[in-house]
Every structure is written in C-alpha cells, then in structure tokens.
C-alpha cells in the first residue's frame, strides 16, 4: 500500500495534521509505504503511484486557498512579533504553487484509485472549508473519494490546533485504510 500526502500550509498547523495522518496511516499498516509532501514538492511521477491519495489545505475566505489569499496570510503573519519561523514557512507557501494550481497538472487517474480530503479551518459559524473543493477536485480528476472531507480546528485563525486534533488526526489518517 502507497500513501501519498500532499498539503498546503502556511502556518504550519495543515503540515501538522498532514504528518499525524501519516503516523495513523503507519499506526494501521506499519508495512505501508507513506510519502508526506508539501504541494511545492508533489509531483505527478509520485501521485501517480499512490494507492491512496490524501489532499488538504488551510481555509482561507471560506474555501480553498488562492494566490492572493495566501499573499495576504503571509505578510499578517509577519507583522506578528515572534512568529519569524511560521512567516518563514508562509513566505514560502505563498510564493509556490498552491493546491489550485497543483490541481491543474495532476493528471487524471482511472477509476479505483482512492482518495481523502482535509482541511484546517477556524471554528466559527460559517467559517467555511477548503476539504469540499478538495474533494470536488479530486472525483474530477476520477480519484475515488473514500471517505467525507475532513476538518481540523485551528484556534484563533493561525494556531495553535485545538487540542485533541493531532491524535484525532492520526486515527482519521488510520481509519483510511
């Protein structure tokens, strides 16, 4: 079994989530093969060899993040004092390709390929979430969706996760296979 992990983050909390689905995942089969990768780093050669294809972003406005959303995340998250590594790692998203543009060149998959959706989101009421445009994306690209999107809570928009959400994350993450 290949797990492959694909994220976007820009504060680092979707990167958390990402490497505690990749811990469920071995926690359920420790003889499967897992590669965690941010979006700048996926390519279409290693997508395409996963069994399992697992996506997931920040939700910026409501949804998915855009390119101007993530510009935006990133110089608020500057001007915060002692946030110098999280500014680092949203410098770095924002100016990389972001799940959107990914979408374009992943390349379509035949039927029987699974896939999974997340998300990191606030909790508040009509915080919206960018999993359900994940998950749209990849049935458009013929992935089979395996389970409902997922959401994760961050606390106060840019972390910290709400606790408990690492460990419900792994077991999301070993409930896959």
């Known amino acids: 079994m290949h797990t492959v992990i694909v994220y976007e983050s820009m504060y680092g909390n979707t990167r958390e989530i990402a490497e505690a689905i990749a811990e469920g995942v071995h926690q359920a089969d420790p003889e499967a093969s897992v590669d965690c990768l ?3 780093r996926a390519d279409t ?40 590594e999280a500014a680092r790692e949203a410098y770095e998203t924002a100016e990389g390709p972001g799940l959107r543009s990914w979408f374009h ?16 989101r606030a ?5 919206g979430g ?8 990849l049935t458009r690209h013929h992935y089979d969706v395996v389970t409902e999107p997922e959401g994760f809570i961050v606390e106060e928009g840019d972390g910290p996760l709400r606790q408990g959400e690492i460990e419900r994350a792994r077991a999301w993450g070993a409930g896959l296979l």
């Open 123 to 127: 909790d508040m009421r009509k915080s």
């Open 105 to 120: 060149s992943l390349p379509k998959t035949g039927h029987g390929t699974h896939a999974a959706a997340f998300d990191t």
């Open 38 to 40: 941010p979006v700048a």
């Open 130 to 137: 960018a999993a359900n445009g994940i998950a749209k994306r």
């Open 45 to 84: 050669e290693t997508t395409r060899t996963a069994d399992l294809l697992v996506v997931g972003g920040p939700t910026h406005m409501h949804g998915m993040s855009s390119g101007a959303s993530r510009r935006m995340a990133a110089m608020a998250e500057a001007k915060k004092e002692g946030h110098e």
